[in-house]
């Protein structure tokens, strides 16, 4: 599928893609942002974790993803997951020059402006603190701020809040695990946590009460969201696509998984209730 400036046509849907449901958080920033636009999220869910996978196979589930977007009439592509966006962009680039592509990427800029003490932590998965977008992104945010970032990888954590598992009870595993993952980072004096995955929005209130069995100081949690959805408006009124129609916007769903899943994760994670189809791609 070949996508090119002239076929492009504003009241074609966006394209959104992550590993599972955690691109959700990115879908709820770009719907209050751009409350016209017809939106399809695909969640590759049947493939997930990305953050266990190598970078080649997650470059192939991303062209494949997109390659299907594209049929189905995309416009623009978020690519609404960190670990996908740090392996797969340059190629999904590549391949599509003309296509409006959005990726995620933990926010290490925003972070070190943020900071008082230029101690800060980056939760994400192990692929995604491997890859070495990141890693020069953090040599760069470093030298040029003097920030210190710690890299901390969640195991685990994207797959339990796949399951809709998220921390509600302090009791629970997923709990457990952002004891594990987050005590030894304020221990070492962090002042900032940057949600480097997408999932970890969902598990923000648990993230919290975390933090605060340990610390009454201020410690900030950096999620890109907003900025993407800001930066998505941006690239589709450069091109002039913003949705010209008027109607309803409409907002479908896919899944590599069970379509039970996804529609309980629209609607347990934000109360939506769209048509969600399974498919094999
Ligand atoms: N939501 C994804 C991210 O932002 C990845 C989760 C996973 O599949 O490991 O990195």
Known sequence: M????????????????????GGLSVLRHIRAQLPQEDLMYFADSGYAPYGDKTEQQVVDRSLAITAFLLQQ????????????????????????PD????????GLKPAASISRNGKIAVLATERALRGDKLLALREQVSAATGATFILQPCIGLADRIEQCELGNDPTDATSAMLERYIAPMLAQGVDTLVLGCTHYPFVQDAIVRTVRAHTQETITLVDTGDAVARQLARLLDAASLRRIDNDAPRLQGYTTAKVEALAKAFSGLLDLQPPVTHLSV
Not at 7 to 20: C, E, K, L, Q, V
Not at 76 to 96: E, H, Q, W
Not at 99 to 106: A, S
């Open 2 to 21: 070949t996508f090119t400036a002239s076929t492009a046509r504003p009241n074609a849907p966006i394209g959104i893609f992550d590993s599972g449901v």
């Open 73 to 96: 009439g995309a416009k623009a592509l978020v690519v609404a997951c960190n670990t996908a966006t740090i392996a797969a962009i340059k190629a999904l680039r590549a391949r599509y």
């Open 99 to 106: 296509l409006p592509i959005v990726g995620v990427e933990p």
